[in-house]
């Protein structure tokens, strides 16, 4: 299942790095929305007032960057990736916005 392509410019981040599931301060950072590779860890759960998303985390790293992702975009993870370990998932990265929501999702090649 390929990736959907992304017409969003910029993302919200914490100054720390950390993509914002939602932006509900003047003093987020906003990063233009370019692709990026790296491994995420899933490490739980949480509830917005929509919905439930998943929580991943840049593993054994120190600066502990945390990046939402819609469960939708999970089902086209675990349809496209070949191989996931620990939780650990390595692939292209991209930020999508689902009504007032923003999280990490597969990036087109």
Request: proline content about 2%.
């Given at each position: 299942m390929p990736a959907k392509t992304n017409a969003l410019k910029k993302?919200?981040?914490t100054?720390?790095?950390?993509?914002l599931h939602w932006v509900g301060s003047t003093h987020d950072i906003w990063y233009p929305n370019d692709p990026f590779h790296a491994?995420?860890?899933?490490?739980?759960?949480?509830?917005?007032?929509?919905?439930?998303?998943?929580?991943?985390?840049t593993p054994?790293?120190?600066?502990?960057?945390?990046f939402p992702m819609f469960v939708a975009d999970l089902v086209d993870v675990v349809a496209t990736l070949p191989r996931i370990e620990?939780?650990?998932?390595?692939?292209?990265?991209?930020?999508r916005k689902r009504g007032q929501n923003y999280g990490v999702a597969l990036a087109p090649e």
């Open positions: 993302a919200p981040y100054k720390y790095g950390s993509l491994a995420l860890q899933v490490v739980g759960m949480k509830s917005g007032y929509s919905a439930k998303y998943l929580v991943l985390r054994n790293s120190d600066d502990n960057r945390e620990n939780g650990i998932l390595v692939g292209r990265w991209q930020v």
